[in-house]
């Protein structure tokens, strides 16, 4: 069974692809798989309860993105932490502890968003911040065993985004 959240029923737009994730790894490639259809500009909203996921999945998305070897703290306490990649900077925000929405501006969320990629934990901080042409990545803990489940849905263009989306 797949963990299945309400929140995550209502989020689900058309086009939403749901990926069952049996360990780490199985996080891990998935991210892989989304980092090709990345570009400038796009925001990834990391959604998902503590322990979910999250910076699996950025890590593993950063590290495709970059040379590879890359260390990838969680942003936890820093808040952001950026990356160069070739065609554009990547932004890891962990916005737990941000205190309101508009103090994601002294984290540089503004430029993150006009030409980098933001990979975003905790992206309802934002609140209505959040451009609507984002893509959802809802990580779910699942009911029987210590996997994960997987909803990818977004507006814009992500709908015929992810139907490339190869994730084996
Ligand atoms: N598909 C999966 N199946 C089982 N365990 C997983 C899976 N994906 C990640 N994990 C594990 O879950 C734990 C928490 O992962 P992670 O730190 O990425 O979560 P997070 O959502 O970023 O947490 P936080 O809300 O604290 O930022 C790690 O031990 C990680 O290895
Ligand atoms: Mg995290």
């Given at each position: 069974m797949l963990g299945y959240k309400?929140?995550?029923?209502?989020?689900?737009k058309s086009g939403a692809l749901t990926v069952a994730l049996a360990d780490p790894d199985a996080t891990a490639r998935l991210a892989v798989a989304?980092?090709?259809?990345?570009?400038?500009?796009?925001?990834?909203?990391?959604r998902g309860e503590l322990?979910?996921?999250k910076t699996t999945f950025a890590r593993a998305l950063i590290r495709a993105l970059t040379a590879g070897d890359e260390e990838v703290p969680s942003p936890t306490f820093t808040l952001v932490q950026t990356y160069a990649a070739p065609a554009f900077e990547i932004w890891h925000f962990d916005l737990y502890r941000l205190?309101?929405?508009e103090d994601a501006?002294?984290?540089g969320i503004e430029d993150a968003m006009a030409d980098g990629v933001a990979l975003i934990e905790w992206p309802e901080r934002l609140g209505l911040w959040l451009p609507?042409?984002?893509?959802?990545?809802?990580?779910?803990?699942?009911?029987?065993?210590?996997?994960?489940?997987?909803?990818?849905?977004g507006g814009g263009d992500w709908?015929?985004?992810?139907?490339t989306l190869d994730h084996g």
């Open positions: 309400p929140q995550m029923a209502v989020a689900a989304l980092a090709p259809l990345l570009r400038p500009g796009d925001v990834v909203a990391l322990g979910s996921g205190q309101k929405p501006v002294e984290l609507a042409g984002c893509l959802d990545v809802w990580l779910a803990y699942v009911d029987t065993g210590t996997g994960r489940s997987a909803i990818l849905s709908p015929e985004r992810l139907r």
